[in-house]
């Protein structure tokens, strides 16, 4: 292990990942949330650790088994991911967000179980959660950060927004209008994109897209030193 360590590509750099789906909690009880399987972020949990380096997964709730080598962090909502993202920065080289966080959360959690009252209709109130990823890439000594974009229209250039408004290093945008690839699939498809290249990578496995990704993050994470 340690000959494989030493030579890999990412050795001896501290990768920090998000994973997985978030919860916002309505009552204790209840919640908001999406279908994220969290695949993808764990398949590039293994294959940063295959290449060397350090790895803290923080991750919403799945059900998968953590990579080895790979420290875990287990939250439930933005905030906590929030918490726990900025707790790893002082060490932290290179950060990869592949968490599906909600984009609101209710704005108050009720103490207790919410009754059902007689009106038909019943309207929720969200607030809009911190951008964990545009955080990290703000704070003063960043990491090189990467996101991931799943659109369904105009991916390439929604990606490319979101990669200057946020101002990452490096956004991986994924088509996820086609059926079976992407949003909790087991295959995805996706480009490559940072402020001067874009490169496509064919649909393949997720782990086999993983060691892709996580070349490429390497590569262009080195011409940034
Ligand atoms: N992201 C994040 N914190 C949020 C929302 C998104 O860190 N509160 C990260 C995701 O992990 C991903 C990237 O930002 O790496 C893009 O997420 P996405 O949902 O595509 O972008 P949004 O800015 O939320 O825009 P929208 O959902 O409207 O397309
Ligand atoms: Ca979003």
Do not use: W
């Not at 002082?90 to 984009?103: K, L, M």
């Amino acid at each position: 292990i340690a000959d494989r360590f030493d030579t890999g590509s990412l050795a001896g750099r501290r990768v920090v990942i998000t994973a997985g789906p978030t919860r916002e909690p309505l009552d204790p009880v209840r919640y908001i949330s999406n279908h994220s399987s969290g695949k993808m972020g764990f398949a590039l949990a293994e294959a940063a650790m295959n290449a060397g380096a350090e790895v803290t997964l923080i991750s919403g709730p799945v059900n998968l088994a953590t990579p080895a080598h790979v420290k875990r962090i287990d939250i439930t909502s933005a905030l906590d991911m929030l918490d726990a993202a900025q707790s790893t920065l002082e060490h932290c080289d290179i950060f990869i967000a592949c968490a599906a966080v909600a984009d609101y959360r209710p704005t108050s959690v009720a103490e207790h179980k919410i009754k059902k009252g007689n009106e038909e209709i019943m309207e929720l109130h969200l607030v809009k959660n911190p951008d964990i990823v545009a955080t990290v890439a703000s704070a003063p000594q960043r990491p090189f950060t990467v996101g991931f974009a799943a659109e369904t229209q105009d991916v390439i250039s929604y990606a490319r927004g979101k990669l200057q408004r946020k101002k990452l290093d490096m956004i991986i945008a994924n088509d996820v209008s086609q059926a079976g690839i992407g949003f909790n699939s087991d295959e995805n498809a996706v480009t490559v994109v940072t402020h001067d290249t874009e490169t496509a990578i064919a649909q393949t496995g997720k782990r086999q897209l993983a060691n892709q990704l996580i070349e490429q993050i390497a590569h262009q994470y080195k011409t940034t030193q």
